[in-house]
């Protein structure tokens, strides 16, 4: 069965109680004409949990966090558990962004521990790796993900299927620099080729998006690739209108694959 695509938002750092309701206006109006063909959330912040939850429970639109704590023990002043974070109704939570992975040091070990108490939280984790214009440059941008990945699949073993993972390479966020259509298509068949080699036997079950300057032009061609399920939206994702257009491409091209014709 195809579920359609997973369209991801990612406010990061912005965002207020209005455009949680300018959201669910826009929200309740459009996506109903897209008869569930792909699904919807938004990792917004920590603050606007509730706010979501309040606004968009009735509405197709679903609600996450942008990171939660690999602690669980109530002696973390600042950090937010995943427990706390599905206590909201979220569904979804961003670990090991890069902005966390580069900005905050977090290691892989950190980001695989996140996770970890995502799944226990019952909450599914989307779990970011990418590299940066460095190693691509230099020619380790597969060893950065297999690294990144292995040590995943080592914390995961076979809840790794419950996972949602992205592929953002760091140089292309914010940056207007998408990659390129063949680049995802290599990378993306390349996260399969590290993950049955580590003994995951159904790999279509782990759904891959790609995320990096996805916007309203870019988003069918990048969802056409074989092996993406979907997008990781940041900036454009904090314009109402633009999210949704994201929103009707991915339809789009859940319906194209349905009926074979999607020629990308
Ligand atoms: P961008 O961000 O779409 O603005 O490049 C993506 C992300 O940070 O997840």
Same mark, same amino acid.
């Given at each position: 069965m ?22 669910a206006?826009?929200?309740c109006?459009e ?6 063909r ?20 009735c ?6 966090a942008?990171d939660?704590s ?9 950090d937010v558990?995943?427990a706390?974070v599905r206590?909201?109704?979220?569904r979804?939570?961003i670990?090991?962004?890069s ?8 290691t892989?070990?950190d ?6 108490r995502?799944l226990d ?5 989307i779990?970011c ?8 440059d230099?020619?380790?941008?597969e060893?950065v $993900? %297999?690294?990144?990945? &292995? *040590?995943? +699949?080592a ?5 790794? @299927?419950?996972? /949602?993972l992205?592929y953002e390479?760091v ?9 390129s259509?063949?680049?995802?298509e ?8 590290? $993950? %049955?080699?580590?003994? &995951? *036997?159904? +790999?279509?079950?782990?759904?891959r998006?790609? @995320?990096?300057? /996805? ?17 990781l ?7 109402a209108?633009?999210?949704?257009e ?7 091209c ?6 074979g014709?999607?020629d990308?």
């Open positions: 195809n579920p359609g695509k997973l369209v991801v938002g990612n406010w990061k750092m912005t965002g207020d109680v209005a455009r949680v309701q300018a959201f206006a826009q929200a109006g996506l109903p004409a897209l008869g569930g792909c699904e919807v959330a938004v990792c917004v912040p920590h603050p606007l949990l509730m706010a979501a939850q309040a606004a968009w429970w509405t197709p639109l679903r609600w996450g942008q939660c690999a602690a669980d023990d109530g002696r973390s002043t600042g558990s995943a706390m206590a909201t109704g979220a979804f939570v670990v090991g962004h902005e966390r992975r580069h900005g905050r040091g977090e892989d070990a980001v695989s521990a996140k996770a970890r995502a939280a019952g909450i599914t984790p779990v790796i990418g590299e940066t214009a460095e190693e691509r230099d020619h380790r941008a060893e $993900l %297999r690294r990144q990945l &292995q *040590r995943l +699949v914390a995961l073993g076979a809840s790794l @299927g419950a996972v /949602v992205a390479p140089w292309a966020i914010g940056s207007g620099r998408t990659a259509v063949g680049m995802i290599d990378v993306h068949g390349f996260i399969e080729h590290v $993950l %049955r080699f580590h003994g &995951q *036997r159904d +790999v279509r079950e782990v759904r998006l790609y @995320g990096g300057s /996805v916007d309203p032009r870019n988003a069918r061609a990048i969802m056409a690739c074989p092996g993406v399920d979907g997008v939206v940041g900036g454009a994702s904090q314009r209108g633009d999210f949704l994201i929103c009707k491409a991915a339809t789009g859940a319906a194209g694959m349905t009926q014709s999607e990308g």
